[in-house]
C-alpha cells in the first residue's frame, strides 16, 4: 500500500506543503521566510508563525496544483508535530488538522527528525535498514542507529550548540550574514581547508559533538590576525572553519559506522546540504563499501515531502495520530508524544 498523502511542515521558518505516493514525490513546495528573518540575524518566532499563517493555504493550492490532486484522492494528511517552535508548529499542524477532519480523513503527526531521517527514501528506493545516519541542522545533530524504521537508538549527540547553530554563529563572526550555513560553504569555494587548524572538540568521546568553543577560538584567531596585519583570505578562514565542523561530523558518523558495522549511511537536515560535508561522507563510505543515501540537499534542508514520505510509512503500517494529540515543541526523537 502507498498511500497518497498531503503533508506539512511549519516547525522553523519554511512553510512547506507536499503531496506524496509512499516515497514518491509529487509535488514539494516552500515558502521560505529568510528574508523576513534576515534582517533580524536568526528566526523570530512570532514572526515566523504569522508568516506560516499567510502562505499556507496558498502553497497548499499550488501542492495539490502541482501534484494533479484532488483532496478526494487522498488518503491521508500529515503534519510535523515537534520538535520546533510552538507557534510555528501550530499552524500547520492545525491546518492539516482540520483540513484531515473536514474529509474525514486520518491525520498523522510526525517527528520532523523522524522527517530528516526518512528523506533518502524519496530518492534512493531499494535500500533498508540497519542504517546509521546523521541528523544534524539549526537546532539539533545527532548520530542515530535505525535498527528498522520507527527503532531509533541516539549514539551521540552535541553537548551544546547543534552543528547548523555553529555555521550560523561562526558565519556571524565572520560578517557574512544569516543563515550562516550556505554562507560558509560558498565563501569556502577556492579556500586551503588546512590553512588554518581550529580545534576539534572531544576526542575521546566517539559519538559526541561540541561546538560552543569553536567560536571563541574563531574569533581570537580574527583578533590576532587582524591585529598583526595577517589576516588570511576569506576563502580561506572559511573553509578551515567549515572543515573544522565537517571533520568531527564526519570522523563521528563513521566511528559509529564502524563500531555497529551498519552497511547503509545517510544522513538529514540542513547542514547535510554542505558540499564538503557530502564530498567527505562519499569519500569514507566508498572506503569502507557502505551504501550512502544522503538526498539532494532541497531534501536536506527542511521540506514537506520528508513529513510526507513517514507519514505514508506509519499510515501503511495502520498508525494514526489522536485528534486529541498537540504539537510538542520538545519531541525527542524515539519518545512518543508527551
Ligand atoms: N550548505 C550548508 N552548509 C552548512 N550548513 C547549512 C547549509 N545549508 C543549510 N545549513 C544549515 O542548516 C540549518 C537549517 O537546517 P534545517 O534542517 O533546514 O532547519 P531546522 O534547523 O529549522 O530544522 C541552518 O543552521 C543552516 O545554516
Ligand atoms: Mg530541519
Redesign the pocket.
Known sequence: MNPLILAFET????TAVAVVRGAETLSNVLGSQVELHARFGGVVPEVAARAHVESIRSLTHQALNEAGIHPADLDGVAATAGP?LVGALLVGHSFAKATAWARQLPFVGID?MEG?LMAPRLQFGDFEPPMVSLLA????SQIVHVDEWGEYQTLGSTIDD????A??KLARVMGLGF????A??RASDGGDPAAIVFPRALPDRPFDFSFSGLKTSVVTFIEKAQAAGELPSLADVAASVQEAIVDVLVAKTFNAVDETKAPVVGGG???L???R?RHRFAEEADKRGVTLVIPD?IL???NAAMIGVAAAHWLAAGRITDWTENVDPGLVLGQPLT
Open positions: 516547525s522553523c521558518d519554511e520546533g520532523h530528516h541542522s539549526g537546532g539539533h547543534a552543528a547548523g547553530e555555521f550560523d543563515p550562516g550555513g550556505p560558509i560553504d537536515g540542513g547542514v546540504a554542505n558540499r560535508l540537499p536536506c534542508t527542511d
